[in-house]
């Protein structure tokens, strides 16, 4: 399976970094099966920093190594995914110990419902049914150095204005 990862470099060599914010499935490796939502990412990145060009790093994910790893999947934008989705994004220092996390991606629209949500003006059940509606985009997060073993670079492919 091909996924995506955008950036404002060539990604030969995948890390585990530490994120200056919070993010939905926590540190490492973030991707997507969406060449689109890896490429939107680095339009906004290049525009955020006034740079010409950028990167949608292109790599194939050994999904029989994967199954060896501890993995988290989230089918679908359910209870279980907001609660996890909401200990990694309002929990200091939330740690969990999944080597792969994957489900969909919590975008902007998904974040003002997350703030009704987080404010007491949706209830969990309505704050589902509301993202029910979303077409939502996934993401893998690779949270751990066995899990970048599973995957393996192909090419980049540049994105400019």
């Known amino acids: ?17 530490e994120p200056n914010r919070t993010l939905d499935y926590g540190s490492g490796f973030y991707t997507t099966t969406s060449f689109r939502q ?9 525009k955020e920093c006034s740079v010409d060009c950028g990167f949608v790093n292109i ?16 089918k679908s934008a359910n209870e279980e995914w907001l609660d996890f989705v909401m200990m990694n994004r309002t929990q200091r220092g939330f740690i969990h110990s999944y080597d792969i996390v994957y489900g969909p ?24 049914a509301e993202l029910k509606t979303y077409k939502l985009v996934d993401q ?22």
């Open 1 to 17: 399976m091909k996924l995506y990862h955008g950036s404002l470099e060539i990604v030969e060599v995948p890390e585990i970094r």
């Open 38 to 46: 890896a490429e939107d990412w680095v339009r906004r990145k290049m």
């Open 59 to 74: 790599f194939e994910l050994d999904e029989e190594a994967m199954s060896r790893l501890n993995c988290l999947i989230f």
């Open 105 to 128: 991606v919590a975008n902007d629209r998904v974040y003002a419902a997350f703030a009704l949500y987080e404010g007491g003006l949706l209830s969990k059940q309505s704050l589902i």
């Open 140 to 161: 893998y997060l690779f949270h751990s150095q066995n899990s970048l073993e599973t995957i393996t670079f192909i090419e980049a492919k540049e994105v400019s204005e």
